[in-house]
């Protein structure tokens, strides 16, 4: 810079008639002039204070001195990209908007810029604004100055360049600027309010807003303008809707500021305009996601239990009748588990279009989280309607599902709760639905139960054993049983069924049938798999037999719905065998009827795998379920377990007898091996033995024994079996044991 121009600008400032000087001070933005070069040749106060340095350690240095580091490069190609072509108005929002202060802090500003030449020299005008959230109002009241300051000076024909710079705080301001008088009609406007509304100076000058403003909302524009007029507010903030030329409604947020002459007198009225459309659709979507599920757009747990309480609020004043049914997808995970969760998610979205079309709306439906649906039902003029509701819900699953890859049948259980103004507080409704929708599970699936007081309790109890369930594993309460697999022709015992056991501290001995089914609906019931596995295979490994004709024992493992279609199932029978030593053939791995079909490719895919193993499969419960040749060509199980329901039946028949002799010529057609379960009495021996069935296993023989007492079992021979069986008497049918499926 040349020895005098930084003087140039001052003595041009102290010589101005107008004391620009004054107007510069006056000015709520920082305002620097510097030349070609970057070097700051003038800084007024205010720029002093924003950023921390004086006036005579800004003059001299180059503008990037106030420019953090990280940002120098670009900030330096934009001034030079300015000085090359000053025409174009370069605003804050295309630059780094940062100030690096006196102190090393940094502090979020606006920058705008505009060119200036004085007595043929050319230099760049920089105002610089705080634009800190914490100074969001006191930047409405500084606008509302600025402009009123330069209107006054071009009122006073003040020179031409005191009007340029009051151009450029009003031409290129990023706000949509607007000066109306007291009839709120347009004296002058800036660019960025046309663009916002889409309209050009000559289509808004001279009108007042109620042209391009929403028809509902042109009152809130005349109640604020005339708090103003009236003298009642100094100033009036509010958000109202434009409508741009192209039909857009857009939201703006709008303050209004009466500009003041040197006497105080109120001249016009200074508008700031911000469009907040964007804002607002943010914060409509954030609404939304907070009480939807994002999955199925349904409604969220919280958006539920607010309709909830407004429904048993009204049901309590009305004398009108509501219900809450919760819905379960039946074996859901079994989905997850063979066809992965992209599959899942698409089932669950497709299980809430079905269900959305026989909501009412009045009525409410929410996903609660996985596969478990709300439904709120308001308005009902008896419970039956809560029955019926539930038959239409369970009614559009009846077709099949299908998804990409995948052509399913999928139900549904629901359980169904009914309330009305004397009914409990409403915050139990959900929970008792939760304990009618187990007793729809326990019975069978399928079906919806309507809840009964009784329910809770045993909700209740329920909860608390599987707690202790939780807790049993780590403190040795479970342990595996093993019940004898004989070889109906030569008596010998050739395996052993591993069952799980139960002895609680308090309880005493907890049937499987009450404990299996409470791990089967948590995920209890993989942890409490994997440890069956682990446990039989290491026992059978310590099996031996003196002087016997046939081979070392197997032993038979059931494995849930779950664990059968976990990706890891192969690595975790591999590892159990590696581990223990035993050899493959001598595993046995039974799953029932339901869940080799609930995907009968996936099944066929484990067993081919298990197969390359060495380990096969029994199919349990056999003539309980669907039981058709298709399926068991396809799926070849090494062993077939007739049900007990066949072997010891209630009430004899020929019809039964008839089946039972069926399923046995069934399995040998199929060169499988037939095991009866259930044997209890010396007929049912004869018999299945008349027909030729290979395998056998009841309480005749033994009932489940403690792994300790398997050696000295397989230490008989053959010839103790028929001597205890001679001196046994029949004993009564006892319930079947609850294996792990």
């Not at 340029?164 to 290129?172: V, Y």
């Not at 709120?184 to 660019?191: M, T």
């Not at 911000?274 to 999955?295: G, N």
């Not at 009914?423 to 639905?433: F, G, N, P, R, V």
Request: aromatic residues 6%.
């Amino acid at each position: 810079m040349a020895p005098n121009e930084g003087n140039l600008i001052v003595n041009y400032f102290e010589d101005s008639p107008l004391s620009c000087q004054q107007l510069l001070e006056v000015l709520p933005d920082g305002i620097a002039f510097i030349d070609e070069h970057g070097v700051i040749c003038h800084a007024n106060e205010r720029l002093e204070a924003l950023t921390g340095y004086t006036r005579d350690e800004l003059v001299g240095q180059t503008v990037e001195m106030l420019v953090p580091s990280r940002y120098r490069d670009g900030h330096v190609a934009h001034r030079d990209e300015f000085v090359r072509d000053p025409s174009a108005r370069v605003m804050g929002s295309d630059l780094d908007l940062t100030l690096l202060r006196q102190d090393g802090s940094e502090l979020a500003v606006d920058v705008a810029l505009a060119p200036l030449t004085l007595d043929g020299k050319r230099w760049i005008v920089v105002a610089i604004r705080d634009n800190s959230a914490q100074r969001a109002a006191e930047h409405v009241r500084a606008d509302a100055k600025l402009l009123a300051v330069a209107a006054e000076l071009a009122a006073a024909e003040v020179l031409a360049k005191s009007e340029q710079r009051f151009r450029l705080a009003f031409e290129n301001n990023m706000a949509g600027m607007i000066f109306v008088d007291f009839e709120d009609r347009i004296l002058a406007v800036n660019d960025s309010f046309c663009q916002m509304i889409g309209r050009n100076r000559n289509e808004i000058i001279g009108k007042d807003s109620a042209s391009f403003t929403h028809s509902e909302d042109r009152g809130i524009t005349k109640e604020a303008h005339h708090r103003l007029t009236s003298g009642e507010a100094d100033q009036v903030s509010y958000t109202k809707r434009y409508l741009h030329k192209d039909g857009r409604v857009i939201d703006v947020e709008v303050s209004k500021s009466p500009a003041r002459d040197a006497t105080g007198a109120t001249s016009y009225f200074v508008v700031s305009v911000r469009d907040i459309t964007q804002e607002r659709a943010l914060t409509v979507q954030l609404s939304h996601q907070a009480l939807h599920d994002r999955l199925t757009g349904l409604a969220n747990r919280v958006l539920f239990e607010d309709r909830l309480s407004q429904a048993y609020a009204r049901a309590v004043r009305q004398g009108e009748w509501g219900a809450v049914l919760s819905l379960d997808l039946d074996d859901f995970q079994g989905v997850n588990d063979t066809f992965g969760h992209i599959v899942g998610d698409q089932l669950l979205f497709e299980f809430a279009r079905r269900f959305e079309q026989v909501t009412r709306s009045s009525d409410t439906l929410s996903r609660l989280g996985g596969d478990q649906f709300l439904y709120l039902a308001e308005g009902l003029t008896s419970p039956t309607q809560a029955e019926e509701m539930a038959e239409r819900l369970l009614g559009v699953l009846a077709e099949p599902f299908s998804l990409v890859g995948a052509h399913l049948e999928q139900h549904a259980s629901i359980g169904v709760v009914v309330f009305d103004g004397t009914s409990k507080d409403c915050t139990e409704l959900i929970q008792d639905a939760d304990a009618a929708l187990y007793e729809a599970k326990r019975e069978g699936k399928g079906r919806y139960v309507l809840f009964t007081p009784e329910m809770h309790q045993q909700a209740v109890g329920r909860f608390a054993l599987v707690q202790e369930l939780g807790h049993s594993l780590q403190s040795g309460e479970i342990s595996m049983h093993y019940q004898p697999i004989v070889d109906l022709t030569t008596s010998e015992v050739v395996g052993f069924e591993a069952l799980m056991r139960w002895q609680h501290p308090e309880r005493g001995q907890v049937p499987p049938d009450v404990f299996i089914p409470l791990a089967e609906r948590s995920d209890l019931i993989s942890e409490l798999g994997s440890f069956a596995l682990r446990e039989a295979v290491g026992e059978a490994k310590s099996w031996k037999r003196t002087g016997a004709r046939v081979g070392l024992p197997y032993v038979t493992v059931n494995l849930s719905a779950r664990q059968f279609h976990d990706p890891d199932l192969m690595s975790m029978i591999e590892g159990a065998l590696t581990a223990s030593g035993l050899a493959p053939k001598r595993l046995l791995l039974e799953i029932t009827e339901s869940v080799a079909l609930a995907d009968v490719v996936g099944t066929a895919s484990v067993i081919e795998h298990l197969d390359l193993l060495g380990v096969a499969i029994a199919l349990d419960d056999f003539g309980t379920g669907y039981s058709s040749l298709s399926y068991l060509a396809l799926l070849r199980p090494r062993i077939i377990k007739i049900d007990r329901s066949f072997v010891s039946p209630s009430k004899a028949s020929m019809r039964n007898d008839t089946l039972l002799e069926a399923i046995v010529s069934l399995g040998h057609k199929l060169d499988m091996t037939v095991l009866a379960e259930g044997i209890e009495t010396q007929g049912q021996l004869e018999r299945l033995r008349h027909l030729g069935c290979e395998l056998g296993q009841g309480y005749l023989f033994s009932p489940a024994i403690p792994a300790g007492e398997v050696a000295a079992m397989l230490a008989w021979e053959p010839g103790r079996w028929g001597q205890r069986l001679a001196l046994s008497t029949p004993t009564p049918t006892r319930p079947k044991d609850q294996l792990i499926h």
